[in-house]
């Protein structure tokens, strides 16, 4: 199966039924070329010409990135990254044959629910890239950050003054102002996001109450 057709077709879906048809067929490459996926498949007794919607694709379990090396195809890995470790002392590692694929999705992604990421700043409550250059969140969030508007923004992990003096200097100058890590979150579990003024009294309890208040975000529906 050629991967460039495949990596065509992951940024030219526009229905659920593309979704379902390259889901199923990127389900099959990975199958044929993921050896490690391929047993685990097996093992679950699953026939994958009885596989005809994306819904009954085996998933293989996270804790597989700690104990085996999941690589698809013959290329070898250009970068590895690594989980935090936070749930135990063992990490997982994701191994990524394609680093402009993976740029190219998640800058696509963002584009994708919140337009150009040139005019909005972002601020992470993340350590900074050299502090974790392992991390994919934070290597994501730093690459962004180039694209974004630089004027203001960054890493802001333990200065939560600064990180308020800097968003509120940013919103008087009448700039975007994106957290990008509740942004990701929202994005991966198709969650709205409630856009308001913070600085008008009772606009907080309002939205908590679930009052009309703001911009509801929500990403583009097929």
């Known amino acids: 199966m050629d991967t460039e057709t495949l990596r065509r077709r992951i940024f030219s879906?526009?229905?659920?039924?593309?979704?379902?048809?390259?889901?199923?067929?990127?389900?099959?490459?990975?199958?044929a070329q993921n050896k490690v996926y391929r047993q685990f498949?097996?093992?679950?007794?699953?026939?994958?010409?009885?596989?005809?919607?994306?819904?009954?694709?085996p998933f293989l379990p996270?804790?597989?990135?700690?104990?085996?090396k999941v690589l698809t195809g013959e290329r070898e890995e250009e970068v590895v990254f690594e989980s935090s470790g936070t749930t135990g002392l063992t990490t997982s590692r994701h191994?990524?044959?394609?680093?402009?694929?993976?740029?190219?999705?998640?800058?696509?992604?963002?584009?994708?629910?919140?337009?150009?990421?040139?005019?909005?700043?972002?601020?992470?409550l993340l350590p900074s890239y050299l502090e974790?250059?392992?991390?994919s969140l934070v290597h994501m969030v730093e690459r962004l950050m180039w694209k974004?508007?630089?004027?203001?923004?960054?890493?802001?992990?333990?200065?939560?003054?600064?990180?308020?003096?800097?968003?509120?200097e940013a919103i008087s100058k009448g700039l975007g102002v994106m957290d990008l890590t509740a942004f990701t979150l929202c994005m991966e579990n198709n969650m709205p996001i409630v856009v308001f003024n913070i600085t008008k009294p009772g606009n907080i309890m309002r939205a908590a109450r679930g009052e009309k208040i703001g911009t509801i975000v929500r990403g583009r529906q097929s």
């Open 62 to 68: 996270v804790s597989f990135f700690k104990t085996h």
């Open 41 to 57: 498949v097996e093992t679950l007794g699953v026939n994958p010409s009885s596989v005809l919607d994306y819904s009954l694709i």
């Open 148 to 168: 974004s508007n630089r004027s203001f923004g960054g890493f802001y992990l333990d200065e939560m003054g600064k990180l308020s003096a800097t968003i509120t």
């Open 13 to 31: 879906i526009k229905t659920a039924t593309d979704f379902n048809a390259l889901a199923l067929d990127i389900f099959h490459y990975q199958f």
């Open 95 to 124: 191994f990524v044959s394609d680093f402009g694929l993976y740029e190219e999705s998640f800058t696509r992604g963002l584009r994708l629910f919140y337009g150009d990421i040139a005019q909005y700043c972002i601020f992470a």
């Open 132 to 135: 974790r250059q392992n991390s």
